[in-house]
Nanobody
Framework: QVQLVESGGGLVQAGGSLRLSCAAS???????IAWWRQAPGKEREFVAV???????YYADSVKGRFTISRGSSKNTVDLQMNSLEFEDTGLYYC??????????????????WGQGTQVTVSS
C-alpha cells in the first residue's frame, strides 16, 4: 500500500518561512510529486510539482517564494516556503502520479495523496 506522509507544518508569522517534507513508500524516480493546499471553505489548489525528469512547475501565487526539491532523505520531496502570507494558510498535501504536463494542476491526475499537514500564517 502506497503511503505519503507530510510533515513540517506549523504556525508562523507573515513573512516567515517553513519547510514541508513528504516521505513516501514509492520511488520518486517513478512518479511526479506535487504539493497541493486547501484553505477553509475553498477548493484544493495546486502549489508545485517536481516531475520525474526534475522539471519544476509552480502556481503563479507562489512563484519566487516557494521551492520544491528532492529531500536529503531517500524518497522525500520538500517544499521550502519563504515570505509566507496569510493567504498561504491551509492544509498542505503531497500527491503522486504519472502526469502529462497539461494536467499537472488537475487533482484527478494524481493517484496517491497524503493526509496533509497544517500551515497557519498569522497576519
Amino acid at each position: 500500500q502506497v503511503q505519503l506522509v507530510e510533515s513540517g507544518g506549523g504556525l508562523v508569522q507573515a513573512g516567515g518561512s517553513l519547510r514541508l517534507s513528504c516521505a513516501a513508500s514509492i520511488s520518486y524516480s517513478d512518479y511526479d510529486i506535487a504539493w497541493w493546499r486547501q484553505a477553509p471553505g475553498k477548493e484544493r489548489e495546486f502549489v508545485a510539482v517536481l516531475r520525474r525528469n526534475n522539471a519544476k512547475y509552480y502556481a503563479d501565487s507562489v512563484k519566487g517564494r516557494f521551492t520544491i526539491s528532492r529531500g536529503s532523505s531517500k524518497n522525500t520531496v520538500d517544499l521550502q516556503m519563504n515570505s509566507l502570507e496569510f493567504e498561504d494558510t491551509g492544509l498542505y498535501y503531497c500527491a503522486a502520479g504519472s502526469i502529462i504536463l497539461s494536467s499537472i494542476a488537475r487533482s484527478e491526475s494524481y493517484y496517491y495523496w497524503g493526509q496533509g499537514t497544517q500551515v497557519t500564517v498569522s497576519s
